[in-house]
């Protein structure tokens, strides 16, 4: 299933203010609100829906890379199908709530809703693992195409011994006696208006709504140790040099069973030797020989996918631009391709034979050789245009 636009999501235009969309997003999140709607499969898909435009279009770093490159340029491949659930399609329902507080102010509920699992609007608290950060240096061909890259990544990854938990053994754990496993406690306060009523991060359990008795031998009780792991990433073709892709859940592990970080990638472009890249548009200076230019002929162009012959007209001018038309490279939001653009150059050579000195001495005599009134508007007017 296609991925609807993010603005359209939240019902509002593509120049709304942050504002407009923190409220836009409100809006939805009270009208979706799984409390609200008990069972309704569909009003949870559209709360989640929302959840993920808003963490993008809150975001003006990735509201840049969204409205630059789409879908694509958040979670590396079109659509729901890639590996790249960084922003949205690997959000669970604590990272969702997690935002929360900004919108609502408190743990994740508001109005009389509360979030899942948490009495009163309560969250318990899950930690979240750091992001990793890789570089891909990529060819031209490699982004025409797409790519998959393998990485071996060292990293912290749930400890093997307790599976994550940080206990040693199924009763090492015990839930919270401070907050009854709630993770937060409410404290009444005093004051001139009457008794204040907040509630607060449990200082016994620091928010988890448990504690750990026994300490896990291999991980001392955090969760994690530091391993390795293989991750196969798809690389979308049309990728951009400096363009950064996120892949949700492969960063490092989160303590006590928390949600993992996110795998950044950072595209690199490796030079080629004959191509230019101009955006979608390639760029190749071919340069000719005086004779073939004047008399015209066939020679071969690079391209990403390999050689191509293209025919040189008679009289052939330097600076004349040749247009290969889709010979470039695909957009990344797949919306056409760009094209090949052949600049041509005549090369003069530095030394000459006898023979050779004197054929053109002799064709420099021929009017036909020499440069007409026409010729010279031309020339003035393209030097002209370079500095307009």
Do not use: W
């Amino acid at each position: 299933m296609e991925k609807r636009d993010y603005y359209e999501v939240l019902g509002v235009e593509k120049n709304a203010s942050a504002d407009e969309i923190k409220k836009a997003y409100r809006k939805k999140a009270i009208q979706y609100h799984p409390d609200r709607n008990p069972g309704d499969k569909e009003a949870e898909e559209k709360f989640k829906e929302a959840a993920e435009a808003y963490d993008v279009l809150s975001n003006p770093e990735k509201r840049a890379r969204y409205d630059q490159f789409g879908h694509a340029g958040m979670s590396g491949a079109a659509g729901n199908g890639g590996p790249f659930g960084g922003f949205g399609g690997g959000m669970s329902m604590d990272d969702i709530f997690s935002m929360f507080g900004d919108i609502f102010g408190g743990h994740g509920g508001f109005g009389g809703f509360s979030g899942f699992g948490g009495g009163g609007g309560a969250q318990q608290r899950r930690y979240r693992g750091s992001d990793l950060r890789v570089k891909v240096k990529l060819t031209l061909k490699e982004i025409s195409t797409g790519v998959e890259k393998k990485f071996k990544l060292k990293k912290y990854v749930p400890c093997p011994h307790c599976h994550g938990s940080g206990a040693e053994g199924s009763s090492g754990v015990e839930t919270c006696p401070t907050c009854k496993g709630s993770g937060s406690v409410i404290r009444n306060q005093q004051t001139i208006l009457g008794t204040m009523q907040t509630r607060t991060t449990c200082p016994t359990c620091g928010g988890e709504g448990h504690i750990i008795k026994d300490k896990c031998k291999e991980c001392g009780g955090e969760g994690i140790v530091y391993g390795e792991e293989v991750v196969t990433v798809k690389i979308p073709k049309g990728v951009a040099d400096g363009m950064q892709l996120s892949m949700g859940g492969k960063g490092n592990a989160g303590k006590h069973n928390g949600v993992p970080g996110d795998l950044l990638i950072l595209i690199e472009e490796e030079p080629d030797k004959e191509l230019i890249r101009d955006e979608n548009d390639l760029i190749y200076n071919l340069l000719l020989s005086f004779p073939t230019a004047a008399l015209g002929g066939t020679v071969e162009i690079p391209t990403i996918d390999g050689k191509v012959k293209v025919k040189i007209e008679p009289g052939t001018q330097p600076g004349k631009v040749l247009r290969l038309r889709n010979k470039g490279l695909p957009s990344v939001n797949g919306y056409g391709t760009g094209d090949l653009l052949v600049n041509v150059s005549i090369y003069v050579p530095e030394t000459l034979s006898k023979d050779e000195k004197k054929a053109l001495e002799d064709m420099e005599a021929s009017d036909n050789f020499k440069p007409n009134a026409s010729m010279k508007e031309k020339i003035f007017r393209k030097f002209k245009n370079l500095f307009e």
